[in-house]
T-cell receptor, first 112, second 111 residues
Framework: KNQVEQSPQSLIILEGKNCTLQ??????????LRWYKQDTGRGPVSLTI?????NTKSNGRYTATLDADTKQSSLHITASQLSDSASYIC???????????FGGGTRLMVKP | NAGVTQTPKFRVLKTGQSMTLLCAQD?????MYWYRQDPGMGLRLIHY???????AKGEVPDGYNVSRLKKQNFLLGLESAAPSQTSVYFC??????????FGPGTRLTVL
């Protein structure tokens, strides 16, 4: 069964600090992996997409990495801001049936 | 562009009541989806549509029906609501094999 596991489930950091969120998946065959940001009371919004051949990709203060061999991805947030407080969801697309598998998300809280 | 919109934003039902959630998109996307999101769990696909007049079951379709009479609209119906259907419902749309754009969600409580 395709699964996406994220850790930690929740995280509290101080404004200005860095943090790294983890995503492990068992989806096969792999097509791509997206990180979404979901603000409270809103729908998820895509931050970045990683394909099989990509190891790292940045979007401003967000940097995603992908290790397709170990089936792991991480999302690193640099110099966190209060507006980074949200849930971050890892989503993996499979080539088979073109379906998405969603992780349970990491709830990040940035405190002043 | 409004993107993906959902109505209503909130709703409280009694067990056994019926209701319809409306999703609309103005991006001319072929694909549309309905998900539910429960605490601590990833979004789960209820039904989806790859084009006007076509629908298909997702991971958790039981207790729900859908219709896609127009390309821009995707309706989710609950014929006889149950407390287990208390959840936040998200609609999304996309081009084939492309990024999904999500609506703001509908918070449904079934008493």
């Amino acid at each position: 069964k395709n699964q996406v596991e994220q850790s930690p489930q929740s995280l509290i950091i101080l404004e200005g600090k860095n943090c790294t969120l983890q995503c492990n998946y068992t989806v096969s065959p792999f097509s791509n992996l997206r990180w979404y940001k979901q603000d409270t009371g809103r729908g998820p919004v895509s931050l970045t997409i990683m394909t099989f051949s990509e190891n790292t990709k940045s979007n401003g203060r967000y940097t995603a990495t992908l290790d397709a061999d170990t089936k792991q991805s991480s999302l690193h947030i640099t110099a966190s801001q209060l507006s980074d407080s949200a849930s971050y969801i890892c989503v993996v697309r499979s080539n088979a049936g073109n379906m998405l598998t969603f992780g349970g998300g990491t709830r990040l809280m940035v405190k002043p | 562009n409004a993107g993906v919109t959902q109505t209503p934003k909130f709703r409280v039902l009694k067990t056994g009541q019926s209701m319809t959630l409306l999703c609309a998109q103005d991006m001319n996307h072929e694909y549309m989806y309905w998900y539910r999101q429960d605490p601590g769990m990833g979004l789960r696909l209820i039904h989806y549509s790859v084009g006007e007049g076509t629908t298909a079951k997702g991971e958790v379709p039981d207790g729900y029906n859908v219709s896609r009479l127009k390309k821009q609209n995707f309706l989710l119906g609950l014929e006889s609501a149950a407390p287990s259907q208390t959840s936040v419902y998200f609609c999304a749309s996309s081009r084939p094999v492309n990024e999904q754009f999500f609506g703001p969600g509908t918070r449904l409580t079934v008493l």
